[in-house]
């Protein structure tokens, strides 16, 4: 028996394209995103908050989302995250690099 | 390549706000657990998982990882060689020294071969030459041709006439003398000066300066003497006893056209008159050339072009070719003459710091070993031998940083002690612009990342070699394995090979000084004070001015003290020897007709009694020899076996200027115009037949010249209490200042050689005192067994014998060959002299004995009983 990967484990440098994509829709904080992404996913993709935090770091390093705080509706401050215009250019490179990735893994798998 | 720009500086201001942002991160994620139990989730804080390691993750985005990496092995680098203050001092200060000595040797190499004129774009600056036996060598051109040029050339941005003069300067009662530049009407135009008080003159005031003399000051001149007054423009001053008004003052930083000296005043070339009333009655604009010319380049033309077009507008060069030239350092850069003595110490000071270097290296590796088991652990326990190679290379980094620090701090005082010593006896404005500039401190922080890699390299490489057994089973570190020993033989035979070639060059060159400073002048200059005094600068007429110094003449003659005194026009090593054609009955040039200039000097009787030079045959020059009495000359013995081959001299004639000259008397040969040149065909004539102005007084004193030096003073000053005098000085001091740059040469590598010896000395100590060390056991046993003590000194004298015979083996060819790029210094010795390598060997090996004796007196008085409970 190999050891084997745990559900929710995403293809390395998929979340950053996950967050960016949900980020689409307006701005959200931090635990929105896991929850979104959970939903949408009908609970297949479940984000550890220890990669979710270090990937929107990631991301604001690299200038593709911009931050604000805001009042949650637990009456905390939250931190806000917005898509902005690099990011938005960044979105549709890494898709399309995505897209290219998985044609490429089918191609595999259905080979005859 | 610009995202990665705007990551750096985001994470810069993310560094600078560390705290705040860890609060934040803080914050959010506490949120998110609220939010997580809000919705139900019990066991949020299990599902947030590790949170430090989350947080610490999303830190280590924002920060630079090898900078923290760097810090900390700094940290730890400073805390190891805190621990051991000896080796940290030895290897900063010998460090120091290297890199202070290059630092220092390279700025004199910044200041003189790399420096440029401090004005706008210097490097279109041109000076123009004349083709000269196909060099290139410095026109002189009569003021009306540079004039011409400037009204007619397309190609020059301005082009301008320069001579420099010293001008007796004076504002009321005392005068001095200060560093005088004449020149023509577009000099600031050419060199695009800005007036810093005032304006500056340009072409409509040079050609009125006639009836309205106007001069400009430079800023140091005007903080000086004008306390940087603010209305100096329009005062009157007086030049050589003429009223000038001053027109303004150049901008600061600005000081000349020549990058070796600073002007204090500048006068139009058209009030010459002013200034070399010698000459009076010579026609300045066309017959006399006396201005050395420099332009600068338009854009868009070419050196070639402006050549031609210069060529082609000088109506009378049919036959002369012009070359022009690099003028970026300005007119007559010292870079000539000073070019390869510097190179050649510059050379001397890097083989130096390579043998710094390798001692450093040698001194890290005995260090190495002695960490050799905390090296094995940590890489053992998975160190990666990347993390360790950069410890160590953080730690010789360090060090090279130190020194190097240490090194500038020292360059400073090594540079202002060199300089003192190139300008002793010097009299006016040798100004070398030192002060460290961008390039120079460029220098010293590569030089030092240089050395850090160069003595860094290999120690770290060997030490962390994943060979784990040996380090890990030896108790108290062994021999550290064969090829360790090997490097560290290797060191220590490169160091004696490179010392050889430094101690062989700084021989030479002592050799060299030795010849010069000893050889027969052929005249005495001790106790002679030389002292120049111009009537004529303080605007005396022709007949005046032989009366004021017939008069000075005769009463220093008078003093007591004085054993005799005389005037001359150029003193044994002055700087302005005249030359002209002459012509000898009955001797037929050879070649272009070339041949025929001599030296000439014009004299006063007693000239050679006062330099104890002997006059061979004939009579000396007296009183008669006037004017109104025919012309005579005496000769040196070179000039009569070069022009008279086995005729009598005394009584044959020359033939000079159209008039016949008959030859009185002859003297013998003597090195007065420096003593490298050796003795020159020279003609005197008296002064009364020839120049009557610019004399330099002589006098010889029969005790301490410096007590005679006020009375003389007060003789010149008890006739004209306005005569400024110029140049007090004994003539031994120009025999000096002539030597200069070979005794520079001659005492830093001596220094140099001495420090490199020095330093291969300890290496080889090291080696060997380890070597001891590491065998005590077998040295017991060997003891123990019945070896005699010489036995097992012999062990380590062979040892040492075969480093020093490698070292001295490769090192003897080497320093033959390096020692050719010397020969243009060299004088009375050969660059391949076999007595000086001989004499560089014993030296060394003398040195090499020496460091050898004490571990190999320690070896052989090793108590065999200790040695074998030795762990």
């Known amino acids: 028996m190999g050891e084997r990967s745990s559900p929710s484990e995403l293809l390395p440098g998929t979340l950053d394209l996950l967050i960016l994509r949900t980020l689409v829709l307006g701005k959200m904080h931090g635990y929105g995103i896991a929850q979104r992404l959970k939903q949408v996913s009908d609970e297949v993709l479940q984000v550890g908050e220890s990669s979710l935090y270090p990937a929107l770091q990631r991301l604001l390093l690299n200038g593709w989302v911009k931050a604000e705080w805001g009042a949650s509706e637990s009456n905390r401050r939250a931190r806000y995250y917005t898509l902005t215009a690099a990011g938005r250019k960044q979105l549709t490179v890494e898709r399309e690099q995505f897209s290219r990735m998985i044609a490429a893994i089918h191609k595999v798998l259905d080979m005859a | ?871």
């Open chain 2, 1 to 871: 390549m610009d995202a990665h720009l705007t990551r750096f500086f985001r994470k810069l201001i993310a560094f600078s706000r560390r705290r705040r942002l860890d609060c934040e991160l803080a914050e959010e994620m506490e949120t998110h657990r609220v939010l997580l139990e809000l919705a139900g989730h019990p066991t949020a804080r299990q599902r947030m998982g590790n949170i430090t390691l989350a947080r610490e993750q999303s830190r280590e985005t924002w920060t630079f990882l090898q900078l923290d990496w760097i810090v900390q092995d700094a940290r730890h680098a400073l805390r190891g060689l805190r621990r051991s203050p000896a080796f940290t001092a030895i290897a900063i200060a010998s460090l120091a020294l290297g890199i202070g000595a290059n630092t220092a040797i390279f700025s004199f190499v910044n200041a003189i071969l790399l420096k440029r004129l401090p004005v706008p774009q210097p490097e279109r600056l041109v000076t123009l030459d004349e083709i000269y036996r196909g060099e290139p060598a410095g026109a002189v051109w009569p003021m009306r041709t540079v004039e011409d040029l400037a009204k007619r050339a397309s190609a020059f941005d301005g082009i301008f006439g320069w001579s420099s003069r010293p001008i007796s300067f004076s504002t009321g009662d005392t005068a001095q003398w200060v560093n005088g530049e004449m020149v023509t009407g577009q000099y600031f135009r050419t060199l695009k000066v800005q007036p810093a008080i005032g304006r500056l003159f340009d072409d409509d005031d040079v050609r009125n300066a006639a009836g309205n003399p106007v001069c400009v000051l430079s800023y140091a001149f005007w903080q000086r003497e004008f306390a940087a007054s603010s209305r100096v423009a329009g005062q009157t001053v007086f030049l050589n006893g003429h009223a000038y008004r001053v027109l303004g003052v150049t901008a600061r930083g600005f000081y000349g056209a020549v990058l070796q000296r600073h002007f204090d005043i500048v006068v139009p070339a058209t009030r010459v008159g002013d200034f070399m009333p010698a000459f009076a009655g010579v026609d300045w604009q066309n017959g006399l050339s006396w201005m050395r010319p420099m332009a600068r380049l338009k854009p868009g033309f070419s050196r070639i072009q402006a050549e031609k077009e210069t060529e082609r507008l000088a109506p009378d060069w049919r036959n002369r070719q012009v070359s022009l030239d690099d003028g970026s350092q300005g007119i007559d850069p010292m870079r000539s003459s000073f070019g390869r003595p510097l190179l050649a110490l510059m050379a001397v000071v890097a083989l130096v710091l390579l043998v710094a270097c390798a001692n450093l290296a040698n001194l890290l590796l005995a260090r190495a070993q002695a960490r050799a088991k905390e090296f094995s652990v940590r890489l053992s326990i998975g160190a990666s031998r990347a993390r360790l190679m950069r410890q160590l290379l953080v730690e010789s980094a360090l060090l090279a940083l130190g020194g190097g620090a240490a090194g500038v701090a020292l360059a400073f005082w090594i540079g202002r002690t060199l300089l003192a010593f190139l300008n002793v006896g010097r009299s006016a404005g040798y100004t070398l612009h030192l002060d460290p500039d961008a390039r120079v401190l460029t220098f010293s922080i590569l030089l030092s990342c240089a050395t850090a890699i160069l003595f860094g390299w290999a120690p770290a490489w060997q030490a962390t070699q994943p060979d784990l057994l040996p380090g890990l089973q030896k108790e108290s570190g062994g021999s550290g394995g064969p090829s360790r020993v090997l490097l560290r033989r290797s060191l220590v035979v490169i160091q004696i090979a490179l010392s050889l070639v430094i101690v062989f060059g700084a021989g030479l060159l002592t050799r060299t000084l030795r010849t010069l400073a000893t050889a027969d002048l052929g005249f005495q200059p001790e106790r002679v004070i030389a002292l120049n005094v111009d009537p004529a600068a303080q605007g005396h007429s022709g007949v005046e001015v032989t009366a004021t110094l017939d008069e000075i003449l005769r009463r220093t003659r008078d003093l007591p003290g004085v054993k005799a005194a005389s005037l001359v026009a150029t003193p044994p090593n002055g700087s302005l020897g005249i030359s002209m054609s002459v012509a000898v009955p009955g001797f037929v040039p050879k070649g272009d007709g070339r041949e025929m200039v001599v030296y000439f000097n014009f004299i006063s009787p007693h000239y050679f009694e006062t330099l104890g030079e002997s006059l061979l045959r004939g009579r000396d020059f007296d009183g008669r020899d006037n004017k109104n009495a025919p012309r005579v000359a005496i000769v040196n013995q070179k000039f009569v076996r070069h022009y008279l081959n086995g005729r009598d001299p005394v009584g044959a004639k020359l033939v000079q200027g159209g008039g016949s000259i008959e030859i009185v008397g002859v003297v013998a040969d003597a090195r007065d115009q420096g003593v490298r040149r050796g003795p020159q065909e020279t003609v005197y004539l008296p002064e009364k037949q020839g120049q009557t102005s610019g004399l330099t007084l002589l006098a010889r004193t029969a005790d301490d010249p410096e007590r005679m030096t006020p009375s003389l003073l007060a003789i010149v000053h008890s006739i004209d209490r306005r005569l400024p005098v110029f140049s007090v000085h004994t003539l031994d001091v120009d025999v000096e200042a002539g030597l200069t740059t070979e005794r520079i040469l001659g005492y830093l590598s001596t220094l140099f050689a001495a420090l490199a010896t020095l330093l291969a000395g300890i290496g080889l100590y090291g080696v060997l005192a380890y070597s001891v060390v590491c065998r005590t056991r077998e040295i017991g046993v060997r003891i123990a067994v019945g070896a005699q003590r010489s036995d097992v000194a012999g062990l380590f004298a062979r040892e040492s014998l075969a480093l020093v015979l490698i070292g001295l083996v490769i090192g003897a060819p080497v320093a033959l060959i390096c020692a050719r790029a010397l020969r243009s210094l060299l004088f009375g010795v050969g660059a391949t002299d076999p007595w000086t390598l001989l004499l560089s060997i014993v030296a060394l090996a003398l040195a090499a004995l020496l460091a050898t004796s004490i571990p190999l007196w320690r070896a052989a008085r090793m108590n065999p009983v200790i040695a074998l409970r030795w762990e």
